[in-house]
Each structure stands twice: as C-alpha cells, then as structure tokens.
C-alpha cells in the first residue's frame, strides 16, 4: 500500500498501491470553485444488539469506529466495521467472537490507523487486501490458541474514502441498500445449505428449513487451512451498509430489511426496528447489526 499517504493529502502525485488504488479525485466530496471544500461528509454509524428470545447468553460481538481524516481541502471517512458471532455447539463460543473482533480491530488499528495519523505517517507496505487477509488470519491463530474448541464467523469492512475492503468467515452478513430499490448481498455464506443451492441440490425456500442450515465449513477458529474471502468495492453512491449476524438475516426478509431501513426517519430509529423485528419473528439467536448511512 505504498503510496495510500501521498494520494489521501496530495492528490497530484501517483499511487502505488498494488491493488486497488483508492482514487480520491472521483471523491463526490472533492470540490473546486467557489464552494466549501470542507463541508461535512461523513459517514452515520448505529448498532444495536440483542440476546434474542431463545437464548440465556449472548455469543455476538461487534465493533464500530468512524472517524475523518482531512488534508488538503479534503474530508475523507474512515470507518472499521466488524460482526462476529460464536458459533452455538462449540465451547466458549462467546469467548471466540470477543477474541477475534479485539484481535482484528487492534491488528488493523496498528497496521493502518495508527500509521495514517502520525506526526510523519508511514506508508504500510501491504495494500489494503493483504492488511485485512493477515488480520483475519491473526484472529484465527489467536483463537486456536485461546480458545481451543471455539470458533465464530467473522465479517469486517474497512472504508477509506469512496472505497470499502470486506473480509469474511462464515455466515454473517454485509449487505448493501440504495434507495432505488435494490438490497444487496455483498457476502457469500459458508454454509452447507448454501453450497447445496449453488449446487442446484437445493433450492432457497428448501435450505430456509434445512436442519443443517446453521452448519458452517469455514470458520475462525475451526480447522485448516483457512482462507477468508476478501475483496475491495466502490461505496454506493448513497444509500446504507449493513453488517449482521444471522440472527436478524436468517429471520427477518430481505424485503423487509429494507422497508425497515429506507422508510425509518433516522439511523438509530432503523437500527432499534431491525432488532426488533428479529425479536418479533422469534428471536431465536443472538442479533447483531451495524447500519452505516451513506454520504450524499
């Protein structure tokens, strides 16, 4: 990622990040002219979570961080997203979800955050991919070696400017919802049933009621070798991102997931409405979710 300092606060001199450069001139909060090339551009996080009615404990964890970083007539969002959930069955798996999102947050923190906003930020050798494929990779090794026997998914998203970089174990969610309509999956489950529809030896509403459908083959914690997917996007233009476990996915319809969000008046009447939908429809796991309203 050599290069990501010089293309963040001085636009005219070339990246040299190996993959995925992050193009700051198309920024849609670059401004010339007469207008103020300052003016607040930022992203609107709110969480909300909830032990569910089914369950005596809770085996999510989940981490949110927004911050902006300015410099040369820029404002550029910074955020670090991440949902993990312990895997039920599987000892301790409230003390593998914590481990994995503390483990990957300070990686990240260290490897990226810290280095941007020093008094002489250094430039990370690794592009953004290789920060996040390693970070996971830590949590993993953190948790075989702390809590052996346990196991969590995991999906994180790193936004920097107008671009996002998403890593992901198992079966959490990132979604994407704009407001012409369209929800989108941006994750691929690791999950049995999953891989049975995408066989063709299933179908969707068949795998909805599968007894197997919360059975997982890739997971932190669980397993080798251990290969998240991870891969970097465009944001929408507008709209909203959302993280969850699959307390809220698995239960609530995507239709309605985005009713919820598009019609509430504010982030943090959406987020209180997601969670009790969820509860609504039975609560039987553990719900978790980040929903990040977009610039513009």
């Known amino acids: 990622m050599k290069g990501i300092i010089r293309k963040l606060f001085s636009p ?4 040299e990040i190996p993959t995925q450069p992050l193009d700051m001139n198309s920024h849609p909060n670059h401004q010339s002219g007469g207008e103020n090339p300052l003016e607040p551009h930022q992203l609107v996080v709110c969480c909300g979570q ?10 999510d964890a989940l981490f949110a961080m927004t911050t902006t970083l300015t410099g040369d007539n820029r404002v550029i969002p910074f ?4 949902v993990a959930d312990g895997m039920g069955g599987h000892q301790h798996g409230e003390v593998a979800s914590g481990v994995a999102i503390r483990t990957m947050a300070t990686q990240l923190l260290n490897k990226l955050y810290l280095p941007l906003l020093s008094v002489k930020p250094v430039s990370p050798d690794e592009s953004l991919q ?5 970070s996971v990779q830590d949590a993993h090794i953190a948790i075989l070696k702390q809590v052996p026997g346990g196991g969590t998914t995991l999906t994180a998203m790193l936004i920097i400017g107008d671009q996002m970089t998403i890593a992901h174990v198992g079966d959490s969610r990132a979604y994407a919802i704009t ?3 369209q929800i989108d999956v941006l994750t691929r489950d690791h999950s049995l049933v999953k891989r049975l529809v995408e066989l063709g030896q299933l179908s969707k509403d068949e795998a909805a009621i599968h007894p197997q459908r919360n059975v997982l083959y890739r997971a932190l914690g669980q397993g080798e070798p251990f290969e998240p997917d991870v ?9 909203y991102l959302l993280l969850c476990s699959d307390g809220l996915w698995s239960v609530v319809p995507e239709h309605e997931l985005y009713q919820i ?5 504010s982030s943090e009447e959406a987020c209180k409405r997601l969670i009790e939908a969820a509860n609504e429809a039975g609560g039987p796991d ?11």
Not at 261 to 265: E, G, N, S, Y
């Open 12 to 15: 005219n001199q070339e990246a």
């Open 50 to 59: 909830s032990i569910g009615r089914q369950r005596n404990h809770n085996e």
């Open 79 to 82: 955020g670090l997203y991440i």
């Open 130 to 134: 290789e920060i996040m494929q390693s």
């Open 179 to 181: 407001r012409d309509g």
């Open 231 to 239: 891969k970097t996007i465009h944001l929408p233009g507008s709209g």
């Open 261 to 265: 969000i598009t019609k509430a008046k």
């Open 286 to 296: 553990n719900i978790s979710a980040i929903l990040i309203r977009l610039p513009g």
